[in-house]
């Protein structure tokens, strides 16, 4: 399964893929901007906090936090956390952001039995993996062992390699197509007057 940085990253594209607005101009919006950023690349990595209850539990890590009902739940509390119930769109890309580490973990490789994660708990108990095995699975057993330091840094370097690019077209798109995009849009969704 791929490392909180990979998460991070994919939870950074998420949102920037998902939010295509005007870039922040003032510098109360690029706070707010970068604000959102953040917090995205957190959700995107937080189901991995299940690992701290793995500790004491077996077989939680993958389970309720890397669920559809996870990602239910983080859009309600986006919703009554921002206090915008009728402006859903933060709460919609928070959830996205969320729901992005369980894309990339269906997408990994998982050697660990049961393989996989548990999607539709607590409906239902069976365990999804894609088989592409586009990402490679990071190891915590033996953490501090040179063998494992050096397999998790090529799991952090694969990740990165093909997950900054992502990034970088996403922001791009968004700072230098999406100001032209937004009047375009705007001039077709008003009456001709």
């Not at 906090?49 to 239910?72: F, I, K, N, P």
Request: proline share 6%; aromatic share 8%; hydrophobic share 50%.
């Amino acid at each position: 399964m791929p490392s909180p940085i990979g998460h991070m990253l994919g939870g950074v594209a998420t949102a920037l893929a998902a939010d295509i607005t005007n870039p922040p101009a003032s510098p109360a919006t690029r706070r707010q901007f970068f604000t959102g950023l953040t917090i995205c690349g957190a959700l995107a990595a937080a189901p991995d906090l299940d690992l701290l209850v793995d500790l004491w539990h077996r077989h939680v890590h993958r389970t309720a936090t890397h669920s559809l009902t996870a990602v239910a739940l983080t859009f309600i509390i986006a919703v009554l956390v921002t206090g915008q119930v009728t402006r859903w769109r933060a709460a919609t890309v928070y959830a996205l952001a969320y729901a992005s580490h369980l894309l990339l973990d269906w997408l990994a490789t998982d050697w660990s039995p049961p393989r996989g994660i548990e999607l539709l708990w607590p409906f239902s108990h069976r365990w999804f993996i894609s088989g592409a095995d586009i990402f490679r699975q990071t190891s915590l057993r033996h953490a501090f062992t040179l063998r494992v330091m050096l397999s998790n840094a090529r799991t952090v370097a694969q990740e990165i390699a093909i997950m900054l690019p992502i990034v970088v077209v996403f922001w791009l798109v968004r700072m230098k197509a999406a100001p032209g995009l937004a009047p375009e849009l705007s001039g077709r969704h008003h009456a001709a007057e």
